[in-house]
């Protein structure tokens, strides 16, 4: 009769419904299912499968196991000399062992056999793929053996072990591969924006969960060098290692003592079966990976035992570890490394090594590619950050140059508050000017606390200190002057050329000021925190540098510019002032001998002959030229008030009909002994429409009338057409202001160039062609005569008869 | 000295008084001298032709002349002046003898405000028979200069 625990031997092998089920699981620890249908097969209670270690060692070790009562056998090993299994590895032949109370090799210690009530079982050797030996078991516990039938059926069914967890093998490593692949492309997909180090170390961790779920493995740990150049420290990145259990190592170095330090040292990937026997198995270790030590760092059999609850005396499955280089290129980026499975297969084999390798290809490929797109994107932010500060920089310096009187330290000011801003780590800044008649740099600007710290003598001793530009250089200021390059110094403590200002300096830049070859100063920008300067920094300091030059060169010019603008004007004046007396007097000689009836008289003394009327001719001429001297001697004058912006002194009085026209007339006869008589243009001033300065009050300086209308008559007379005159009149406009005009008919001045006629030295191309000397500032002064007066100079457009009007309008009082 | 006679004296300035003054102080110091004033350079640029087939003996020349007197049909100005300006009127006018073998060895005196360093010569260096007096300086410069012109052919 049998135990109802029994379970009778079933159909014969379904090797699809085996195949099915092998290409169904997604993780190594699957092959307990298959398992589990031999053993039905088979009429067993239960399985065990068995293999050998990688070195063929003394040991047998489970593989992978099932039971009717789904309980795991504690034995995970068995000594191939001293075992009935071990018999049947050795010998290739199965082993029936119909009574193990009756077999010498039969140990009694295993839970198993006494918890199952084992009776008896059989051993079928078998070879696995990848040339290791090993055994396939089955288990009975009831007193009938398997009979021939059923070892026969044994025999088969171990036959396909192999394969079938091949299959198994073949189909996780392509799940993972896909698992992979999927977490990667959703990865990308999600990090377009900010790519933050936390965000990339999740989807490393990812990676690492998938690996450990899929061969049971307790700890899967990536380190990884945080940045794309070369130092020789990994850090954690992720890890599956239980977190309410402590991790202890964070980083590892390149070449130290320990299996990761291996891997990381000579880029080769190392597979150990069994750490537990590390010792026993060196020299054949060493044969594979020489050099390689074991430090023990997780403490990995304590933890074994404390995370699975077993007692000091339990014993522990093989410990697997592997361990794969992540390769960026020919340089070593990190290391994934994966050990301990939580169950059956207790190892990892060279196929689960290459699906690590592959894993690691990916993860290095992901790592290098994420960070370079984040210090991508960082270095945007950064070039962004300082085309911003530069432009508001050269907004802010645009508004100081254009002041009256420019101050250059609140453009140094500015310009390293922008430095600190783009520079990430520039603590304690300065400007350092050259000295060329010393040959020193010496500060003359400066940002940052540090640079006000100490008592009143210190803080004045450090700002005033001196820096020689000797040859050969004997600091980096001297260098910079040298080479006009910038110069990083990373370290100051290593650097020869690095003159201590502040004690908490770490590392500096000092930046040329300068533009084409010019060489102004330097800029100093000091770190004084724990992190490098990034890596555009000497970029950055490199173009504030220039901007500075550009500044100083702007600045420099603008002053001189502005000194010369002052000297101009003062030469006007000067030169005016030595004008004025003599062309007065002059001017007033001839009035006072030319007035009333003396040039009649004169030509009456000296007859009417050819020589007699040049004579005469001759003092009207000199009369004419010398109130063109005494017009364009005030122009200057007028044109010093106006350049320097003053008002134009006025001695207003009440305009006087008659003298007003008396002065008019006297200008205009002069005016027209300027002008070539062969052309007969004529001047006439028309009095009547002057006397309506009786009745309107009219306040205005007698002498700038008479130079605004002497300006207009000039003008009007140079752009005349020959025969024509030009005319001066008077009259109330409608709003009952008092206004001249002068007309004449010449060079047109269109609609479009009315705004500009009235603006310094402008002339139209017309006008250009038909007059050599003039400086244009004529009508520019008579519109700000004006203004002085309170009124408007209006230039109305030429109509179609070629009548150009300029009316002057005076306000009202 | 014997001074060719009649002296005939081609004398270009846009000024009317100018051109009155040193007329009458050649006309003083050289008896029988006839004097033609042109008093543009568009005057002096048209009449071109006029002048090769009636040279004159020497040609007494402003700088800074206007192109033309303002008129209703005022003809437009060539490229050059208008890119050069009045400043070099009286160069063009000069260059213009130099490029005409009727003309070339004329002798040409600059009479101008105009310091030398001003006039910016290069590009007529190789005119031989190129002089100058300055405006500033006294008028028997102008006659000694033109007596010693003369004195030379």
Redesign the interface.
């Known amino acids: 009769m049998a135990s109802p625990l029994v379970r009778q031997a079933a159909t014969p092998l379904d090797l699809a419904s085996l195949i099915n089920t092998a290409q169904d699981q997604t993780t190594l620890s699957g092959i307990s299912k298959i398992l589990e249908m031999l053993a039905e097969v088979v009429g067993a209670y239960g399985c065990i499968l068995w293999r050998g270690d990688d070195f063929e060692g003394d040991f047998l070790f489970v593989l992978a196991q099932w039971s009717a009562d789904r309980q795991m056998s504690d034995l995970h090993r068995l000594p191939r000399k001293e075992s009935e299994t071990g018999v049947a590895v050795s010998t290739g032949k199965t082993r029936n062992v119909p009574d193990i109370k009756k077999s010498d090799l039969v140990k009694f210690d295993d839970t198993f056999f006494t918890r199952a009530n084992i009776k008896n079982f059989c051993a079928v050797p078998i070879q696995f793929r990848e040339g290791i030996d090993g055994a396939l078991n089955f288990y009975r516990n009831v007193e009938e053996p398997f009979n021939d039938v059923e070892l026969r059926l044994a025999e088969q069914a171990a036959a396909l072990v192999p394969s079938l967890y091949q299959i198994i093998r073949d189909r996780v490593g392509l799940s993972l591969i896909e698992n992979v692949n999927d977490l990667l492309r959703d990865a990308e997909h999600s990090l377009v924006t900010l790519l933050e180090i936390d965000k990339i170390s999740g989807v490393v961790k990812g990676l690492c969960d998938l690996f450990s779920e899929t061969f049971q493995s307790l700890e899967t740990s990536v380190f990884l060098s945080g940045r794309l150049e070369e130092p020789f420290s990994y850090d954690l990145i992720a890890t599956t290692w239980p977190t309410n259990e402590e991790f202890p190592r964070g980083s590892y170095e390149r070449e130290e003592d320990s299996l990761t330090g291996w891997v990381l040292a000579n880029a080769e990937p190392v597979r150990i079966f069994d750490l537990g026997r590390f010792e026993d198995d060196k020299k054949q270790l060493h044969g594979k990976y020489p050099g390689l030590v074991w430090q023990d760092s997780l403490k990995i059999q304590e933890a074994f035992r404390r995370i699975f609850k077993l007692k000091p005396k339990d014993p522990l499955p093989p410990l697997s570890f592997m361990a794969a280089p992540i390769m960026r290129g020919p340089k070593v980026r990190g290391v994934i490394r994966s050990c301990v499975a939580q169950q059956g297969p207790f190892y990892f084999g060279d196929q689960e090594l290459e699906l690590l390798k592959l894993v690691a290809a990916q993860i290095g490929y992901y790592w290098s590619n994420s960070l370079a797109r984040r210090d991508l994107q960082q270095e945007n932010t950064w070039w962004q950050e300082l085309v911003k500060g530069v432009t508001n920089l050269n907004s802010f310096v645009q508004e100081e140059l254009s002041r009256e009187d420019p101050n250059e330290d609140r453009i140094f000011a500015e310009s390293l508050k922008t430095t600190r801003s783009v520079l990430q780590g520039a603590d304690i800044n300065d400007i350092r000017l050259y000295d060329e008649d010393t040959g020193e740099l010496k500060f003359v600007a400066f940002d940052g606390e540090a640079w006000e710290e100490g008592t009143s003598s210190e803080i004045e001793n450090r700002k005033k200190r001196r820096f020689r530009v000797d040859d050969p250089p004997t600091s980096a200021g001297a260098y910079v002057y040298k080479e006009r390059e910038v110069y990083p110094i990373p370290d100051v403590e290593k650097d020869p050329y690095y003159s201590p200002v502040f004690t908490a300096t770490k590392r500096k830049i000092v930046a040329p000021i300068g533009i084409k070859s010019k060489f102004y100063g330097v800029l100093d920008i000091r770190g004084t925190g724990p992190d490098d300067f990034p890596r555009h920094a000497e970029a950055i300091a490199e173009v504030m540098g220039q901007q500075l030059g550009l500044y100083h060169y702007c600045a420099e010019k603008i002053k001189e510019l502005r000194k010369l603008d002052r000297e101009q004007i003062q030469a006007f004046q000067d030169v005016e002032h030595q004008l004025k007396s003599p062309v007065n007097l002059a001017n007033n000689m001839i009035q006072s001998v030319t007035r009333g009836d003396f040039l009649q008289r004169l030509e009456l003394l000296l007859g009417n002959d050819e020589n007699s009327k040049k004579v005469t001719a001759r003092f009207r001429e000199v009369r004419g030229l010398n109130r063109k001297a005494k017009r364009v001697t005030r122009n200057m004058r007028l044109f010093a008030y106006l350049a320097r912006k003053q008002p134009i002194p006025l001695r207003p009085k009440r305009l006087n009909s008659e003298a007003l026209v008396r002065v008019l007339i006297d200008a205009a006869r002069d005016s027209r002994l300027m002008f070539d008589p062969l052309r007969k243009i004529g001047f006439w001033v028309e009095p009547k429409g002057f006397e309506a300065l009786n009745t309107l009050e009219v306040h205005g300086d007698q002498d700038l009338i008479e130079q605004a209308v002497m300006n207009l008559l000039d003008n009007a007379g140079k752009y005349s057409f020959e025969k024509t005159t030009v005319q001066v009149y008077a009259e109330p406009t409608r709003k009952n202001q008092f206004c001249i005009t002068v007309t004449n008919i010449g060079v047109p001045i269109r609609a479009n160039e009315v705004h500009l006629a009235q603006t310094r030295t402008w002339r139209s191309e017309r006008a250009e062609w038909t007059t050599g000397e003039g400086s244009g500032i004529g009508l520019w002064i008579v519109d700000h005569i004006m203004k002085a007066h309170n009124g408007e100079l209006l230039v109305v457009p030429t109509t179609i008869e070629n009548l150009t009007e300029v009316k002057l309008i005076f306000g009202n009082r | 000295m014997k001074v060719k006679t009649p002296l005939r004296v081609l004398l270009v300035e846009?000024d009317?008084?100018q051109a009155?003054w040193i007329t009458?102080t050649l006309e003083r110091a050289f008896p029988k001298i006839k004097v033609k004033p042109i008093?543009t350079e568009a005057e002096f640029y048209y009449g071109i032709d006029a002048i090769v087939s009636n040279p004159p003996d020497v040609v007494i020349m402003d700088v800074?002349?206007?192109?033309?007197?303002?008129?209703?049909d005022?003809v437009?100005?060539p490229d050059v002046v208008?890119n050069e300006?009045?400043r070099r009127?009286g160069l063009r006018c000069v260059q213009m003898l130099a490029e005409r073998s009727a003309t070339k060895n004329i002798p040409v005196i600059l009479f101008t405000v105009l310091s030398r360093s001003d006039l910016e010569l290069e590009s007529l260096c190789s005119i031989d028979n190129l002089l100058y007096v300055s405006k500033e300086s006294e008028p028997e410069e102008l006659i000694n200069k033109i007596r010693n012109v003369l004195s030379r052919e």
């Open positions: 846009d009317h008084l009155g009458d008093r800074m002349l206007r192109w033309t007197d303002p008129a209703p005022m437009t100005p208008r300006g009045y009127a």
